[in-house]
C-alpha cells in the first residue's frame, strides 16, 4: 500500500466514523441535550446554581450535588459537555463544576446498567464508587490550584452576590425542564418498553436492500473499530441534519431579536427529526422496513408537550432567549465535537488494539497508563465503548487497565477535551486532563489489585 491509498484508508475510516456517530449518537442523545442546556441558561435563576454549586456554596452541598447531577442528567460525553459550559456560564464553582464533568459520563444510568452487563458488577460498582470519590477529589483541587480564577469567575457572574439572595425556581421551569429530561430518557433509555416495535409495515422497493448494500461498501461496519456501519435510516437522518444546520443559521443567530420564518423551519424540522430517528427501520429484501416503537409513541407525545407548555406557559422573550442560549452553545460545541470524532476515528486505523492488549495485560502502572492514553484517541460513545472493552477483556487485558480505560475515554477523548478548553481556557484543561490522567491510571491500579 502506497502512502496515498494509506492517507485515503485514514480519512475513510474518520469520515466513516463521522457518518455513523452522526446517524446513531447526535439526535436523540445531543439535540434534546442542547434544548436541555439552553434552558438551564436561559430560564433556570442563577441564584439556584450559585447557592448548590458556586464558589461560596459549601463543599459538603455543592460536590456532592453536582456529582448528583452528572449521575441523573448524562447520557455520554458529548452530552454532559454543553450542561457544563452552561452551568459554569451560570455561576457554578470551578470544582463543582469539573466534578459534574468528571462523574457525569462515568457513572450515568445508561453506562452502568449497560456496563454491568456486559463486563460484570465489579466494574460498574468500580466505576460509580471511584469516579465519584476521584471526580471531588479532582474538582477540590482544580478549585485550589485556580482559586484566583475561580474568585474572579465568581464575581463576573455576580455568584457571591446571588448565593445571598433566594434561589426559588418557578414551578413552570421545573415541569419543562422535566419535559426536556424525559424526552432525552425517552431517546437513550434501552428498555424494551421503549425499543419494542408494536407495528411494523414495510415500504416497498428493492432500491432499500441494494442501497443497504452499497453503503456498507462505502462505510464498512468494523466493530474492532467502533465503527457500526451507516443504514439507509441514518442516511436520511444525515440529511435532515444538514436541513436543520441550514434553517438554524438562517433562522436562530438572531433569534435575539425576533423570530422568523426561518426559525421556524429550524424548530420543526428538528421535531419531524427526533420523531423520524425514534422509528426502528431496516432495509430487507422487499423493501424498507419500518417498526412503530414505544420510544416513537414517547417522544411524540413528550415533544407535543414541550411545544404546547412553550408557548402557553412562557413569554415570547424566555422562549427566544431559550433558543439563542440552544444556539450558542450549538456554535461553540459541534464543530469541536465534529472535528474530534473524525481525528479519533483516524486514530483507531492507526493504533491496533493487539498493540494494546500486548502491554495492558497485566496491572501495572504503564499499562493502567497505557489504558488511560487509549482512552484519549479511541473514543467510542456510550452504547460502543462497553462492547470494545469487552473485547479488549476477552483478548487478555486486565480488569484495572480496562477500568481506567472506561473512566479516560469519555474525559480525555480529543473531542471533549478541545470543548473544555473552549470552556474553562488552555491552563485550566491542561491541569484537569494530568488529573484526570493520574487519578485514573491510579483508579485502574487500585481496582486491580483486588482482581484478576
Known amino acids: 500500500m502506497n502512502v496515498l491509498e494509506y492517507i485515503g484508508e485514514l480519512l475513510q475510516t474518520g469520515l466513516g466514523s463521522l457518518a455513523a456517530y452522526l446517524a446513531a449518537h447526535v439526535l436523540l442523545c445531543l439535540l434534546p441535550a442542547f434544548f436541555i442546556a439552553g434552558a438551564l441558561a436561559a430560564l433556570i435563576p442563577k441564584e439556584a446554581i450559585t447557592k448548590y454549586l458556586g464558589r461560596d456554596a459549601p463543599k459538603w452541598i455543592s460536590y456532592p450535588a453536582s456529582a448528583l447531577g452528572g ?23 470551578l470544582g463543582p463544576a ?25 466494574i460498574a460498582l468500580a466505576r460509580i464508587i471511584l469516579s465519584i470519590v476521584f471526580g471531588v477529589g479532582i474538582g477540590l483541587l482544580m478549585s485550589w490550584f485556580f482559586r484566583k480564577d475561580d474568585e474572579e469567575h465568581s464575581q463576573a457572574t455576580n455568584g ?32 424494551g418498553l421503549l425499543t419494542n416495535s408494536y407495528a411494523t409495515f414495510t415500504l416497498p422497493g ?63 424540522l428538528i421535531t419531524l427529526t427526533l420523531v423520524v430517528a425514534a422509528f426502528k427501520v431496516a432495509a430487507v429484501e422487499e423493501g424498507l ?44 460545541i459541534i464543530p469541536l465535537l465534529l472535528v474530534g470524532v ?20 497485566s496491572n501495572t502502572v504503564w ?25 479488549f477483556l476477552s483478548l487478555g487485558m486486565h480488569r484495572g487497565p480496562l477500568l481506567a480505560y472506561l473512566l479516560a475515554d469519555p474525559e480525555l ?35 486491580g489489585w483486588f482482581v484478576r
Open 160 to 191: 457571591s452576590r446571588m448565593f445571598a439572595q433566594s434561589a426559588k425556581v418557578p414551578g413552570r421551569t421545573w415541569v419543562f425542564f422535566v419535559l426536556l429530561l424525559a424526552v432525552l430518557i425517552a431517546g437513550t433509555l434501552q428498555v
Open 98 to 122: 469539573i466534578t459534574f464533568l468528571f462523574v457525569g459520563p462515568a457513572v450515568n444510568i445508561l453506562a452502568i446498567s449497560f456496563t454491568g452487563v456486559q463486563i460484570g458488577m465489579d
Open 342 to 361: 473524525f481525528l479519533a476515528g483516524m486514530a483507531r486505523a492507526i493504533i491496533p488494539a493487539t498493540w494494546i492488549q500486548a502491554i495492558a495485560g
Open 413 to 447: 477523548s480529543l473531542q471533549s477535551i478541545l470543548i473544555t478548553n473552549s470552556v474553562i481556557g488552555r491552563k485550566k484543561t491542561a491541569v484537569y486532563v494530568v488529573l484526570v490522567t493520574i487519578f485514573s491510571t491510579l483508579s485502574g491500579l487500585i481496582f
Open 289 to 332: 422496513s419500518v417498526g412503530i416503537t414505544g420510544k416513537l409513541i414517547a417522544e411524540i407525545a413528550l415533544i407535543a408537550a414541550v411545544w404546547w407548555m412553550a408557548v402557553k406557559s412562557f413569554e415570547t422573550h424566555e422562549m427566544q432567549e431559550w433558543l439563542w442560549e440552544m444556539w450558542r452553545f450549538v456554535k461553540q
Open 367 to 391: 499499562a493502567n497508563l497505557v489504558g488511560v492514553l487509549f482512552g484519549v484517541f479511541m473514543y467510542f460513545p456510550t452504547l460502543v465503548e462497553v462492547p470494545i472493552a469487552q473485547t
Open 206 to 268: 428493492a432500491w432499500a436492500d441494494s442501497f443497504q448494500g452499497w453503503l456498507d461498501g462505502i462505510v464498512p461496519p468494523n466493530p474492532s473499530l467502533g465503527i457500526e456501519g451507516v443504514s439507509v435510516h441514518g442516511v436520511l437522518l444525515i440529511v435532515l441534519l444538514i436541513l436543520i444546520a441550514v434553517t438554524a443559521w438562517l433562522g436562530l443567530n438572531k433569534v435575539d431579536e425576533g423570530f422568523n420564518g426561518w426559525t421556524y423551519a429550524a424548530l420543526g
Open 71 to 93: 449521575f441523573v442528567l448524562a447520557v455520554c460525553s458529548c452530552t454532559i459537555m454543553p450542561l457544563f459550559a452552561s452551568i459554569y456560564k451560570k455561576g457554578a464553582g
